[in-house]
């Protein structure tokens, strides 16, 4: 009751000329729902959630957890089989509003790089905003679609941004620019990867096969497949699990699965190593 009651208030103030009157409750609101000192305020079109050490935009109010959240999904996902280190180039490919690119920036400091590739134009300028707000000055955000080729791709435009995928038809598709990681990596001047992260929903081979010879200079990969999507109905095309882990033990990774864990999205995440990368 006291929910919706809360929720009615913030509909009711959530617009111009009314949302700093939300500053002092949705602080409480929100240091409370999440056991974390948090401040918010609008700010460049989007809440910001301000926690110790992280600031974390986004468009509704009390939707943004604190870092430790994400960090523990991290660890045990994106992070599960190597954490970047000081020095380390990482190119995060769907990084979404930037969750995991939070971590990456500083995890690898001001002597490494992080890349994070997003291609839906909305969900890209939350990162961007996630980016600005923390002075992240050791990420490049570039909203492109990793493919196999140059050029353009049609993908969905869903409310839920992690359920955005590549489409070849249909009337509510968007159209954004497509680039090879190869070519990404080239007009970056990066030589090498030690963490590849993608998370595409289906583009992933495609994907890989637009490293070109950069695959065999990238040292880590951690590459979320969605199969179990493909198993609940969706389309086929999201099943790549067996196609990536081929692909991968065919350029000398070795490569592991989680098969026992509880989660069907960290059990279809293919982890690989390559010892033999420069």
Same mark, same amino acid.
């Given at each position: 009751?006291?929910?919706?009651?809360?929720?009615?208030?913030?509909?009711?103030?959530?617009?111009?000329?009314?949302?700093?009157?939300?500053?002092?409750?949705?602080?409480?609101?929100?240091?409370?729902?999440?056991?974390?000192?948090? /401040?918010?305020?609008?700010?460049?079109?989007?809440?910001?959630?301000?926690?110790?050490?992280?600031?974390?935009?986004?468009?509704?109010?009390?939707?943004?957890?604190?870092?430790?959240?994400?960090?523990?999904?991290?660890?045990?996902?994106?992070?599960?089989?190597?954490?970047?280190?000081?020095?380390?180039?990482?190119?995060?490919?769907?990084?979404?509003?930037?969750?995991?690119?939070?971590?990456?920036?500083?995890?690898?400091?001001? $002597?490494?790089?992080?890349?994070?590739?997003?291609?839906?134009?909305?969900?890209?300028?939350?990162?961007?905003?996630?980016?600005?707000?923390?002075?992240?000055?050791?990420?490049?955000?570039?909203?492109?679609?990793?493919?196999?080729?140059?050029?353009?791709?049609?993908?969905?435009?869903?409310?839920?941004?992690?359920?955005?995928?590549?489409?070849?038809?249909?009337?509510?598709?968007?159209?954004?620019?497509?680039?090879?990681?190869?070519?990404?990596? $080239?007009?970056?001047?990066?030589?090498? @990867?030690?963490?590849?992260?993608?998370? @595409?929903?289906?583009?992933?081979?495609?994907? /890989?096969?637009?490293?070109?010879?950069?695959?065999?200079?990238?040292?880590?990969?951690?590459?979320?497949?969605?199969?179990?999507?493909?198993?609940?109905?969706?389309?086929?095309?999201?099943?790549?699990?067996?196609?990536?882990?081929?692909?991968?033990?065919?350029?000398?990774?070795?490569?592991?699965?989680?098969?026992?864990?509880?989660?069907?999205?960290?059990?279809?995440?293919?982890?690989?190593?390559? $010892?033999?990368?420069?």
């Amino acid at each position: 009751m006291v929910g919706r009651y809360w929720w009615a208030i913030v509909q009711r103030l959530d617009r111009p000329g009314r949302r700093w009157l939300l500053v002092v409750p949705g602080s409480v609101w929100v240091s409370s729902m999440y056991r974390a000192a948090c /401040l918010v305020y609008w700010r460049n079109g989007a809440w910001i959630h301000h926690y110790r050490g992280a600031k974390i935009p986004h468009a509704e109010l009390g939707r943004a957890a604190p870092p430790a959240v994400f960090t523990r999904h991290a660890r045990d996902e994106a992070l599960y089989a190597y954490t970047p280190d000081h020095g380390d180039v990482v190119i995060d490919v769907g990084a979404g509003v930037g969750a995991e690119t939070l971590l990456f920036s500083r995890f690898v400091g001001a $002597s490494g790089r992080v890349v994070s590739i997003e291609a839906h134009p909305r969900t890209y300028g939350r990162l961007v905003d996630l980016c600005n707000a923390n002075g992240l000055a050791n990420v490049t955000p570039l909203q492109v679609a990793a493919g196999e080729s140059d050029g353009t791709v049609t993908i969905s435009d869903l409310r839920n941004h992690l359920r955005n995928t590549t489409v070849t038809d249909g009337p509510d598709g968007i159209e954004v620019p497509a680039r090879r990681l190869e070519t990404v990596a $080239s007009s970056l001047d990066i030589t090498h @990867i030690d963490l590849l992260k993608m998370n @595409i929903e289906g583009a992933e081979v495609s994907a /890989l096969r637009g490293l070109g010879p950069l695959l065999a200079k990238t040292h880590h990969v951690c590459i979320a497949c969605h199969d179990f999507l493909a198993d609940e109905g969706g389309a086929e095309t999201l099943r790549t699990k067996a196609a990536v882990r081929e692909l991968l033990v065919r350029h000398g990774f070795d490569v592991r699965t989680r098969d026992d864990a509880p989660d069907p999205w960290t059990r279809d995440c293919v982890y690989g190593t390559n $010892s033999r990368a420069a």
